[in-house]
């Protein structure tokens, strides 16, 4: 059947595009809205608009959207000056006949050139105070906090540690600043879900997926030394950029500061300072303008497997021991295996260096060690890192 003008409705222009009401068309076809054709036989589409809005958002959205506002970008400025010609006297290098001798250049005073950088951080507390990397803020001279909705506000490096590479940063004026919620990762397992949020490459507000790859990494597995800090290792995308920005569970909450990514042989792992451990040189940043670093001063490593192949026995081997340090002082020797620290077992060497940081400077420990097959207690006293430099 053809169906003729004279027979349909008589609808003035504009009304036809509001009109929601079916009109039969030629060739069979059915007119719902402007943007949908159903033909006959086939499921009606709903409209897009009405399928987004039916779409549930996915752990990540919901998880960026509780953190994401605070995780800023920081963005320094450092003077590097550059000296002359140096390592001879001044006057014989304005003798002109010395410098056509030697071909030296005209002498010059020492320029100075501004490097600039970027990296991450995330807002944790509603004074204004940011955790990121002490790297980042490393001999910075200026330094601004740019906020994801646009506010640029000057911040100041209120301490930084070397030690963990943590630094806190303050947001300098009045506001109301969002905030992260902290969570515990004492918590986590491998194999949970990691959200990386940051700035990398200077891209902002980039977000990236991955898992927990492994806990309690040692900095000196990756080859690095004067660090002091057991890592979250993730395969969520940490690009330089990142430095500073946090890593998030599936909730949302922080776990970790993001800190450095392998590059080379091994490329795509991540590595984080767990949140508990931030937290805590955050607080003595804020506090007491410096951290503070337990030491006994030995060296650690795991057990050696009885057999190749055979799983590594719990515990941790003593090889070094420091003259005059608090170890040595307590009688623990080399090739003693500490199997147990303040009443808890020791699994790894990682696990001694945790006990010693929780139990603080000047605090009495108890090490239990195992020696030619005999168990000893032995009670030792942390001293400060520094301290324990000098000697």
């Given at each position: ?12 222009g504009?009304?036809w595009?509001?009109?929601r009401?079916?009109l039969?068309l030629?060739m069979?076809?059915?007119?719902l809205?402007?943007d ?20 549930p958002r ?5 998880a960026?959207a ?7 970008t920081l963005?320094?400025?450092r003077t590097v000056r550059?000296?002359g010609?140096?390592?001879l006297?001044?006057?014989?290098l304005?003798?002109p ?8 250049q ?8 501004v490097?600039?950088?970027q ?6 507390d ?7 990397n002490a ?22 490096v209120v ?6 590479d943590?630094a806190v940063v303050r ?9 992260a ?7 986590l ?9 940051g700035?990398?490459f200077?891209?902002e507000?980039?977000?990236?997926l ?12 990756l080859?690095?030394q004067?660090?002091?800090l057991?890592?979250?290792?993730t ?34 792992l ?10 805590t040189?955050a607080?003595?940043l804020?506090n007491?303008?410096?951290a ?10 795991t057990?050696?497997a009885p057999t ?18 608090p170890g040595?002082?307590a009688?623990?020797q080399v090739?003693d ?26 605090q ?7 020696r ?11 001293i ?8």
């Open positions: 059947m053809v169906v003729t003008s004279r027979q349909l409705p008589q609808i003035s504009s009304t595009w509001r009109c009401t079916v039969p030629v069979g076809l059915t007119l809205a402007p949908v054709i159903a033909l006959p036989g086939r499921n009606v589409l709903a409209a897009p608009s009405e399928s987004v809005e039916r779409m996915s752990f990540v959205a919901e960026v509780r953190s994401g506002p605070a995780v800023v963005e320094t400025s550059t000296a010609v140096s390592g006297p001044q006057g014989m304005k003798d006949f010395f410098r056509r001798f030697f071909g030296l005209v002498p010059q005073a020492s320029r100075s050139r490097e600039r950088g990296g991450s951080g995330v807002i944790f509603r004074q204004g105070l940011v955790l990121t790297h980042v803020v490393e001999n910075t001279d200026q330094l601004m906090v740019g906020l994801p909705d646009g506010r640029r506000v000057p911040g100041q301490g930084q540690d070397s030690v963990t943590l947001i300098k004026g009045q506001g109301v600043w969002p905030t919620p902290l969570g515990d990762s004492d918590r397992r491998v194999g949970d879900w990691a959200i990386a949020v700035n990398p200077g891209l507000n980039t977000v990236t991955g898992i927990v790859s492994n806990l309690n990494r040692n900095v000196s597995q080859g690095i004067g660090k002091r057991d890592l979250i290792q395969d969520a995308a940490i690009n330089p950029g990142n430095s500073g920005g946090p890593l998030l569970n599936a909730s949302g909450e922080v776990v970790g500061i993001n800190t450095l990514v392998r590059s080379g042989p091994g490329a795509g991540g590595f984080a300072i767990p949140i508990n451990r931030a937290r040189i607080m003595q804020v007491q303008g410096r503070s670093h337990p030491m006994v001063g030995i060296g650690l490593s057990v050696p190749p192949g055979e799983a590594v026995p719990p515990g941790a081997v003593v090889r070094s021991v420091m003259p005059r340090g040595a002082l009688g623990l090739d295996v500490i199997v147990a620290v303040g009443g808890e077992p020791v699994r790894t060497p990682a696990d001694v260096v945790t006990a010693i940081d929780r139990s603080g400077v000047g009495p420990l108890v090490i239990n060690v195992r030619q097959g005999q168990s000893l207690p032995l009670t030792v006293i942390p400060e890192m520094r301290a324990l430099q000098v000697r």
